[in-house]
């Protein structure tokens, strides 16, 4: 295993990493290929993720009425909290646009552009139990979007403002776990969600982000400058939780022959500000000689500290990159939650 940190200060612009894609692809940073990205583009890029959540708890909290709440397990407040995440998000998405369109030029840069519109969404939820889970993680690559978008913010007051929204962010995250964990102890199940899961934050770039949400998108009215990761999957244990040094069966991604005996890809777990990689091994699971059956596995390294990673497949460089296309990376990500020890933290 490698261990290596961001390099935060030193990242590279987008400009060598655009894409053509479909408009659905795009969370959504305005941009044509000639231009460059300013203070304006960046709060697009989170009023998008703010009108995602807000569609997402407006579709969760009127699909399911109070009594459903309870009779899966869940505090009597949590439809209440719930719609308070909802009115907060909402309230971000209104003061970014608001603030956006001002066309300030001092504050924005010199690209007139407004603000984006919301794109249309396809939020599938099984039951409550899943609205939850999907919010819970929903939660997260938000946080880890505010935080790496924040390094990029020319503007010194825009920084400040984003980063209380941050800390708003980081709020809801844990309420979110804080009641999937009472609803468990009350359930006698294993803990769902760590409300404190992570020592230090994980910062996510751009084009991660949008390949983790892309999935809830049908279409978007605006320009798209990345076309997304494949989507990552990832086989949970049948207890319930990971544990480090178990393996994680992961795909969503194509390998031959060739790929399992040069041990072309490897597992990238970022957690804080840190990664590890390892190998991406892999296991017949059938008898047939002519049609042979393989999974992809790799080994969840030991991070103490750090109850949730996110995970990604990559080429033999391994190393995912706050900001860039990311193009050495074959999937993901996906987040992995830890038991650590004396805390379920099942997501």
Known sequence: ??????????????????????????????????????????????????????????????????????DAGYPNRIKSELQTIYTQDSSHADFLTDAINSNEEEYYGSQNRDAVKPCSYDFKFNDVGDFIAQASILEQTVLSAHLGIQQRLSNRTLKSTLSSFTSVQSRHSSLINILNNERNTRSNRTATGDPLPNKIETPLGIRPVISALDKYLKSCPDDAIYEPLNALEVEEPENGGFEYGDFVNVSGFKFNKSDREDEKYQCTFVYGLSQLSSPVTYRQTNEDEEDEEWEARCTIPEVKGYGLLALFVTDEDGFVQLEGGNDNVVAGPAWISIQQEGRGVTV
């Open 1 to 70: 295993m490698k261990t290596v940190a961001f390099a935060l200060a030193a990242c590279a612009l987008l400009a060598s990493s655009v894409h053509t894609a479909p408009a659905k692809s795009l969370l959504h940073v305005r941009r044509r290929q000639q231009d460059r990205l300013e203070d304006r583009d960046f709060l697009n890029y989170i009023l998008s993720l703010d009108q995602l959540q807000a569609a997402f708890y407006s579709e969760g909290l009127d699909k399911y009425e109070d009594a459903a709440f309870r």
